[in-house]
C-alpha cells in the first residue's frame, strides 16, 4: 500500500470516528453540543462546512516550517477558544472569511502544493476538522503529497487528536497558559491546561521526535508555542517545567516575544513584552536541553510583518 493510499484509509477511519460527533458537538474541549450540520453555532459560530480566509504561501513560520518556498498556509475563521488578545481577531472574533466546500478546500491544498509549498499548513484548525478530513481525502485521491501542519490553539478534544494519529506529519499547538486564573480571564476557558495539556501529551506520542529533511524543513514531529504575556512570565515558567517533565525531548519548543496589544486586550497587558521578561523565559527554556529550540527576541520592537491585516489581499509584509 502507497503513501497516500494509507493515509486515504486512515483519514475515512478518522471520519467515520469522529462523524458522529458533530450532531451535537463535542469535537473541541467547549462541548458546546450543538447540532453543526444544522447551521453556524457554539463557540466558533460555524456549521458543517469550513470558512476560510486566505490560503497563501507563509514565510514567517519558524524557519523548518516556512523553508525557502514558503508554506502552503489556509487561515479557517471562526475559533474555539478566542483569547481577548488575538492579533487574527478579524478571523478568530469577527468571521471575515467565506465558507467553501469540501472540494474548494481540497483544490486549495493541491493549489498550494503546485506553488511550490513545503507542507500545507491548517491555522486554527480545531473546530473544523470534519471538513478538513474530508477534503484532505480528496485531495489525496488528486495526488496531494505534502506534510500536514495542524497548527492549533492547542485547546483541541482528545479523541479528535487520536484520531488524527498517522495523518498528521506535524503538529504546530500553542500551549498558551498554565494558570486557571489568565486562561480564564484572557480566553474564557479556566480548563485550558488540563485540556489542552492532554492534547499535546498524545501529540507528543504520536510524534515524539522533529524530524528534519536535509533541505531544512520538517517532515514530522511536535514544534509546542508559547507565547509569553506581559507581567505573566511566572505563568510561563511553570509551564516549561511542565514541558520538561512530560514530552519527548526531541521535540521542538518555539518561545514567541511577539505579542502585541490587539482587539479587546485588557489594561494590564496593554505593553509589549520587556526585554528582561524575554530573557528569563529564554533562559528557562534553554535549560531544558530540548533537541530543537526557537527564541524570538528580535519581536520586541513589533515588527510590522508579525501584524498580519486580513483585510488586505496580502496580509503580511514579509521583510
Known sequence: MT??????ELVGRALDRLSPLEKSCTLCPRDCRVDRTAGAGGVCRTGGLASVSHALLHFGEEPVISGRSGS????FTGCN???LFCQNYQLSWLLEGRPVSDEDLAAMMLDLQARGARNINLVSPSHVALPILRALRLALEGGLALPLVWNSNGYDGLEVIRALEGIVDIYLPDLKYHSAGLSGRYSAAPDYFEKASQAVKEMSLQQPALDIGPDGTARRGLIVRHLILPGAVEDTL???DWVGRNLSPFIGLSLMSQYHPCFRAPEEIQRGVAADEYRRAADAALALGLEQLFLQPQAFQADE?????FRKEKPFRWK
Open 72 to 75: 502552503g498556509t489556509i487561515f
Open 81 to 83: 477558544l478566542k483569547c
Open 238 to 240: 511553570l509551564l516549561l
Open 305 to 309: 510583518h508579525l501584524m498580519p491585516d
Open 3 to 8: 503513501a497516500a493510499a494509507r493515509k486515504i
